[in-house]
């Protein structure tokens, strides 16, 4: 198909968004990948700032030892919601709507290949969180359990309102198949021609594995979700051992959901960082192939190290050790694709604007929480770290310094093809930098709490903590009011400002890897000239 052939897809395609309903109607009809793109990332934001809250009322209470403001039970409310909203409302939610936004421009599409589900796909996720919720608002509380709710705290002492936390999950993994599904048919079906496996972008190659996990675990959940509510309500006895259950088996479950989901969450981390690098290196990314099959790699391996949550369970030895090494394994991969980055950034003609810093900060304290990750992975070793802040900190410095800094770079690189205007480049470094010296702040003495023996998830802890638990709650707080300075960042460029050009980043290498090229940046919908 020829270039003046994609236009008139192109502009048929922008005559009928424009003869859409206007107003809110509009946003409820649409099936435009650009706007349910801007809407899943609008409320994934929502969602950030919502499950912020919520770590603030946990920060406030652990700011010294004792029982200050709120109730033992709330304070497990807030720590159960709290990693809810963060991982199905923020994270997951942000990168599908990069998805939706990138993923058809990168391949020359005109739209995503199923609109109408796209739009429903979004459309019901309001409604489960609403229902998540409102849940606090119940008699007897919201989920209580923990964000993994391990039997039998999610089924023999819970609240009532567990039937709607069952519900509202549900509702969020029937959300990540349809748009998984969608995912996959518009990357297969739809690519320009030429554009050959071998040329996707690595945004749209980390996608696409992350969808077929996506499809792979949500089943997972539901059943786990299933089991859970029907021995809460229904006298079944899966997960308890009076009637012949097994409440260890219901955490083999889970994790084999888990797992796979933290890769879930990180793997379009890794197209985010891969598209930005070569750009502000004006550089071609190093080792296209290897980054593919380590991201491939990595996925295959989310399926083989479960258990290693499980080490304290009791299981054998033997079980042990083959945890213990699988997980050792998939450091390998991920650390090809360190490597590959920081490869691509030697000696490029770099340049440091607000993505590239992001960028930066990712490589190095996802690597941070990466080098926790593979002491965890150490059985001996996990049996003290186990349910102690050393874990907190871990998956902290994956997913706070991981996925959501991948999320702002990205927010920060196309911003201006989004919008046609130039951020504020001196806000936008504020911003980085405020960030940046927070959230180590935040979560770097949560290391030494864990490995002093300070447990996870408990409202009050030992004097000898009190310090260091102070200096941990003035980061958490600093680091949200940070995020403030973002959203004046994204309110202020839609407004208006420097108008972007065609090559607002002056890249000039190896960019058939991303979007950001100066040839197809003149028009949002021309796909890029396959070579």
């Not at 399926?303 to 998939?330: K, N, Q, R």
């Not at 102690?388 to 991981?402: E, N």
């Amino acid at each position: 198909m020829s270039t003046s052939t994609h236009d008139t897809i192109a502009t048929a395609h922008d005559d009928h968004h424009h003869g859409a309903p206007k107003g809110l109607m509009r946003w409820l009809l649409t099936t435009n990948h650009k706007d349910i793109g801007s809407l899943y990332l609008w409320f994934s934001f929502i969602m950030f700032l919502t499950g912020g809250a919520m770590a603030m009322v946990i920060r406030a209470e652990l700011f010294q030892p004792g029982l200050q403001l709120v109730e033992p039970n709330f304070f497990n409310q807030m720590t159960t919601v709290h990693g809810l909203i963060m991982v199905f409302g923020a994270v997951m939610p942000a990168f599908t709507g990069l998805a939706n936004w990138l993923i058809p421009m990168m391949i020359g599409a005109p739209d995503m290949a199923l609109p109408r589900m796209n739009n429903w796909s979004f459309w019901i996720l309001p409604f489960a969180f609403t229902m998540l919720l409102g849940t606090l608002f119940m008699e007897g509380g919201g989920p209580n359990f923990g964000w993994t709710f391990y039997a039998p705290l999610s089924t023999t002492y819970s609240p009532d309102s567990t039937a709607l936390f069952v519900f509202s999950i549900h509702i969020m993994g029937i959300s990540s198949i349809m748009g998984a599904i969608n995912v996959i048919v518009t990357i297969v079906n739809m690519r320009a021609p030429g554009m050959t496996w071998m040329k996707l972008p690595l945004f749209v190659w980390t996608w696409l594995i992350t969808a077929f996990l996506l499809i792979a675990v949500m089943p997972v959940l539901a059943g786990a979700v299933t089991m859970v509510l029907t021995d809460k309500f229904f006298g079944t006895s899966f997960f308890d051992a009076a009637g012949g259950g097994d409440p260890v088996m219901f955490q083999h479950i889970f994790w084999f959901f888990g797992h796979p989901e933290v890769y879930i969450m990180i793997l379009p981390s890794f197209g985010i960082i891969s598209a930005i690098v070569p750009t502000f290196s004006r550089k071609k990314l190093f080792g296209y192939s290897s980054m593919v099959y380590a991201t491939a790699s990595i996925a295959v391996l989310s399926f083989l190290v479960w258990a290693h949550h499980m080490f304290t369970t009791g299981m054998p030895v033997f079980a042990e050790l083959f945890f213990m090494y699988c997980t050792m394994l998939i450091a390998v991969p991920t650390g090809v694709k360190v490597f590959n980055w920081v490869a691509t950034m030697w000696r490029g003609s770099m340049t440091f604007e607000t993505p590239m810093l992001f960028a930066v900060a990712f490589i190095i304290l996802f690597t941070i929480g990466g080098f926790s990750g593979l002491m965890l992975a150490i059985t001996p070793a996990d049996f003290q770290y186990h349910d102690t802040y050393f874990v907190v900190a871990h998956f902290h410095y994956v997913l706070v310094t991981g996925a959501i800094f991948s999320i702002m770079a990205a927010a920060y690189y196309w911003l201006p093809k989004w919008t046609g205007n130039m951020y504020n480049e001196t806000l936008g470094k504020w911003h980085f930098w405020c960030s940046v010296i927070s959230v180590n702040v935040l979560f770097f003495p949560m290391h030494f709490l864990g490995l002093a023996g300070m447990p996870r998830r408990i409202p009050d802890y030992a004097v000898q903590f009190a310090d260091v638990n102070q200096i941990v709650s003035i980061g958490g707080f600093a680091f949200g009011l940070s995020q403030f300075i973002f959203l004046a960042v994204v309110l202020k460029c839609i407004k208006g400002g420097k108008p972007a050009g065609d090559n607002p980043w002056q890249a000039t290498e190896g960019l058939e890897w991303t979007i950001a090229s100066p040839a197809p940046y003149h028009s949002f919908t021309t796909p890029p000239e396959i070579k």
